[in-house]
């Protein structure tokens, strides 16, 4: 669940400058309003200056310090993702046109689905332990996404990705979120993650018996 916690604390902290943002420019949008009504009352002619350099200066540079913030919580946030302890179990994802394959490192188990009118394809995983999860496309550019965890990240033909992450007990829906042709609507996916003695149980039965199905 960690990916959540970063997600939210991360989209919090933005929403809270963005308001913040929002109300500044609402009281400075009001206070030039008042300003000039208050000129035109006197019978005051309309400013004619050009430019204030002061302000307009201090206006760059809080925009500049807020850009800076941004970048590095963004990428503070984002490599906290990929900060992990060393995984007690390695996975390879395969995206292709137009269904997923779940390999097993180190063990002959492996789940590929029908995605088009068959069985999505289930991947299994002991709870509470780290897992490593390796990324790569046979064709074209899909993204591996699990709405549930707040989580996506692309995958690229000859590129792989990897993240690890630890979950409890549970099942979460994941699906292709980068349009990849025809069935791209299919490529559905399910993460269930079981306990270890449940789960080895599990990877030996599945290692006698490789190929689709959950």
């Given amino acids: ?34 300003l000039s009504w208050v000129r035109g009352r006197r019978g005051r002619a309309a400013s004619r200056m050009a430019k204030h350099n002061p302000l307009e200066m201090g206006y760059v540079l809080a925009l500049t310090g807020m850009a800076i913030f941004l970048i590095t919580l963004s990428f503070s946030s984002n490599a906290d993702f990929f900060r992990h302890s060393p995984p007690a179990l390695r996975v390879r994802v395969t995206a292709f046109q137009w269904c997923w394959k779940f390999k097993y490192i180190g063990s002959p188990a492996a789940v590929e689905g029908q995605c088009q009118g068959g069985p999505d394809p289930t991947l299994v995983l002991p709870s509470g332990e780290p897992v490593q999860v390796n990324l790569t496309s046979q064709d074209v550019i899909h993204s591996f996404w699990i709405p549930g965890l707040k989580f996506k990240l ?28 025809l069935y791209h609507t299919d490529m559905r ?10 789960f080895s149980r599990w990877l030996s039965s599945r290692a006698h018996t490789p190929g689709t199905g959950p």
């Fill in 1 to 34: 669940m960690h990916f959540r916690q970063v997600f939210a604390q991360t989209f919090g902290l933005e929403t809270t400058i963005a308001e913040v943002v929002f109300g500044l420019v609402l009281a400075a949008i009001a206070v030039a309003a008042i």
């Fill in 189 to 198: 996916f399910t993460i269930e993650a079981i306990p270890r003695a449940q």
């Fill in 154 to 181: 692309d995958i690229y033909p000859g590129h792989p990705n990897s993240f690890t992450f630890t979950l409890h007990n549970g099942r979460w829906r994941g699906r292709c979120a980068e349009f990849c042709g």
